[in-house]
């Protein structure tokens, strides 16, 4: 039984440049959300799909977008990096909101 | 606003228990949760607890929860140097998103 998969595993871009990470939910989960971890701290939650619709967002910019598909992996996109974007980039899933979720082991993205 | 605390740093002797506090302030999370991150990797969930319990036994794994005291502790007896990483507190909100702590790294000396 498969876990929660991301990809790339890691990821170097320059400022401006645009980002695609994504994710595999563990199976029979239907819930995806995304979480940024900066060096040293917690991680702070980005937005959650559900039914392919984003169904919650925290505090970030609008250049963090992303998607689900019908088989109820994610993508997150990120425009116009910055320095400071530079950050693990976790993927949970749960098989309903409410429900743990269980992580991935996450994208690092270094912005140079 | 919500918030979550812990302890930064941990040191405990191989063999003996160790404690990890964590406060929280969202008295309505249905679900408490703790996480072991290890080096380089994402996030384990350990275990987890529901509002309406007061503990929980996993194994080697004691969760306490002190809802009036919005206080949540993680007992790791007979403690391992495998044990050693950062551990997580995270609440989960009423939107069902996890808010974390800022993690409390473990030391276990040999």
């Known amino acids: 039984d498969a876990g929660v998969t991301q990809s790339p595993t890691h990821l170097i871009k320059t400022r401006g440049q645009q980002v695609t990470l994504r994710c595999s939910p563990k199976s029979g989960h239907d819930t995806v959300s995304w979480y940024q971890q900066a060096l040293g701290q917690g991680p702070q939650f980005i937005f959650q799909y559900y039914e392919e619709e984003e169904r919650q967002r925290g505090n970030f910019p609008d250049r963090f977008s992303g998607h689900q598909f019908p088989n109820y992996s994610s993508e997150l996109n990120v425009n116009a990096l910055l320095l400071g974007d530079s950050a693990l980039y976790l993927c949970?899933?749960?098989?309903?909101?409410?429900?743990?979720?269980?992580f991935g082991d996450g994208t690092r993205l270094s912005i140079l | 606003g919500e918030d979550v605390e812990q302890s930064l740093f941990l040191s405990v002797r191989e063999g003996d228990s160790s404690v990890i506090n964590c406060t929280y302030t969202d008295s309505s999370s249905t679900y408490l949760y703790w996480y072991k991150q290890e080096p380089g990797a994402g996030l384990q969930l350990l275990t987890y607890?529901?509002?309406?319990?007061d503990m929980k036994q996993d194994q080697r794994l004691t969760v306490l929860l002190n809802k009036k005291d919005k206080h949540l502790s993680l007992r790791i007896a007979d403690t391992q140097t495998g044990d050693s990483a950062i551990y997580f507190c995270?609440?989960?909100?009423?939107?069902?998103?996890?808010?974390f702590g800022s993690g409390t790294r473990l030391l276990v000396r040999p």
């Open positions: 949970a899933s749960s098989s309903r909101g409410d429900q743990p979720q269980h």
């Open positions: 995270a609440e989960v909100d009423s939107s069902y998103k996890l808010i």
């Open positions: 607890i529901f509002s309406n319990m």
